[in-house]
């Protein structure tokens, strides 16, 4: 038996996600998505008009959760650098195997080839920016990092690393997602922590 005919949309969307990430653009369909939540095509029909209006429907939501995201991992941490390596772990959590991966960068170049989606793509990313630039800023203020740290441009250089060595642990593929993102965020912060030993004082 089907689920009820009153899922949220949010519950459709996550779903959506997780089909994106098993079988890439050629795969997603409403049907698909709709197997997944357990109701018919026609009702996902009803709520988004087509495949492409789901997507639409995704992209806003994935920008809506950006901000939600960023206030509920700073709550769960008592840092902002903790903070930040935690949120940049969650952003890449449905990407775990290099299949998965590629299946989400494969949507992202759809989304740079269409007006409206590349839209909601960059708003996406104007929202992690601005979330980490804050983290950063606070960890300045708090003497996680050093005084003067320009915060905007680490912010640019976090999320760069991010892109990219997801792509370079696809290619390699050695050890997991999470370890690679973990390595080179520390490797990126590492020069603008302060320096604790009292001798260099």
């Known amino acids: ?22 079988v890439g653009p050629a795969g ?11 109701l018919v095509p026609g009702t996902l029909v009803q709520r988004f008009g087509s495949k492409r209006g789901l997507l639409l429907a995704l992209a806003d939501r994935s920008a809506q959760d950006a901000a939600e995201q960023a206030g509920r991992v700073r709550r769960e941490h ?15 959590a449905v990407m775990a195997t290099p299949e998965t991966f590629a299946h989400h960068l494969a949507f992202l170049c759809t989304d740079l ?24 800023a606070e960890a300045a203020d708090t003497g996680e990092l050093r005084a003067g740290t320009d915060v905007a441009a680490l912010a640019g250089t976090v999320l760069a690393i991010t892109a990219g060595a ?17 390595q080179e965020l520390a490797a990126v912060l590492s020069p603008h922590l302060p320096d604790d030993d009292p001798e260099d004082s």
Request: glycine content about 8%; aromatic content about 2%.
């Open 1 to 22: 038996m089907g689920r009820p005919r009153g899922i949220e949309d949010a519950a459709i969307l996550r779903a959506a996600a997780e089909v994106m990430g098993r």
């Open 28 to 38: 997603l369909t409403l049907a698909a998505v709709a197997r997944e939540v357990g």
């Open 78 to 92: 008592a840092s902002a650098l903790g903070a930040l390596t935690a949120l940049t772990l969650e952003s890449v």
């Open 113 to 136: 080839g269409d007006p409206e989606l590349h839209e909601r793509a960059l708003a996406v990313h104007q929202a992690r920016k601005r979330v980490i630039e804050a983290l950063l």
């Open 166 to 182: 997801g792509l370079i642990w696809a290619l390699e593929r050695q050890g997991t997602l999470e370890q690679r993102l973990r």
